[in-house]
């Protein structure tokens, strides 16, 4: 059934280049880990169609659009929350596999267009077809990063920009043109999403004084071990159990690891002042 809508793809930057150092255990732990926070915000009205090895194809039909600028704000809040778990990924791993070691090349971009798609339902799946669609696959290989140095990005084609409006936004947006051959210029505006997440952050920054009291009681202690022994004792569920008094078991629910999953919150919007 043909419709008009938002289709916007998902993309994990570097996950090519770090597969090929990875064995495919690594590689399957990694790429969970790493879309855990993607998975977390793609939610309705947005709809996921399905998992192209590291992208994630969603849709989003006009009848069901809440605001017209509600693409724009999903993607900030698909990117913080990515971001935020890779962050609490690289901080709380003690993890030593290449997996683990490589998180750092890992990051996130969006590709947005509007237009006519059609919908089929295949083995349990609504598979997306149309020109539309190609065009928007076509994007994916663009110069957006050799031209801007850019790396996490939101690349919003000309007709999904007209879509949702805001003029002012998008003109301070980086105007940029591919070329798709038998689509000819595709005319499109990219916005950094990197000072996104910052200010996501500092808006969500912790500040403990050192006239606060504890949370809990300050105890010390000398260990006859190493430090990267101590902490595996604090980390590792499997050793804490050996030192925690009245705990039978745990159980993990960690995707890679060393590697924690962590929520998030709702992202800011560039187009409310900041």
Avoid at 7 to 33: F, K, P
Wanted: aromatic share 8%; with cysteine; glycine share 8%.
């Amino acid at each position: 059934m043909a419709q008009q809508g938002f289709l916007l793809i998902a993309d994990i930057t570097g996950y090519h280049h770090v597969s090929h150092a990875l064995g495919a255990r690594a590689r399957a732990g990694n790429s969970r880990c790493a879309v855990q926070g993607i998975f977390a915000e793609i939610k309705p009205p947005i709809m996921l169609s399905n998992l192209q090895g590291d992208a994630a194809l969603t849709y989003l039909p006009d009848a069901n659009l809440p605001q017209r600028q509600f693409p724009l704000d999903a993607i900030e809040r698909i990117y913080c929350s990515f971001a935020n778990t890779l962050g609490a990924m690289r901080l709380n791993t003690t993890c030593t596999c290449n997996a683990c070691r490589n998180m750092n090349l890992l990051d996130l971009k969006f590709f947005l267009h509007h237009g006519t798609y059609a919908t089929q339902e295949m083995a349990g799946r609504t598979e997306l077809q149309g020109a539309e669609v190609i065009r928007l696959h076509r994007l994916m290989k663009n110069s957006v990063t050799a031209a801007t140095g850019i790396k996490a990005y939101a690349l919003v084609t000309e007709q999904a920009a007209g879509a949702i409006g805001l003029p002012d936004f998008f003109a301070g947006s980086i105007r940029h043109v591919e070329n798709l051959g038998e689509f000819g210029e595709t005319v499109c505006y990219v916005y950094d999403l990197a000072p996104i997440f910052a200010l996501w952050r500092a808006t969500r920054r912790v500040v403990v004084q050192h006239d606060e009291p504890l949370a809990f009681r300050s105890m010390e202690c000398d260990l006859p071990v190493p430090p990267a022994i101590a902490w595996a004792y604090v980390t590792d569920i499997e050793k804490k159990i050996r030192w925690q008094h009245g705990i039978d078991g745990m159980t993990d629910d960690r995707t890679c690891a060393g590697a924690d999953r962590a929520g998030s919150d709702a992202a800011l919007r560039p187009w409310q002042g900041f």
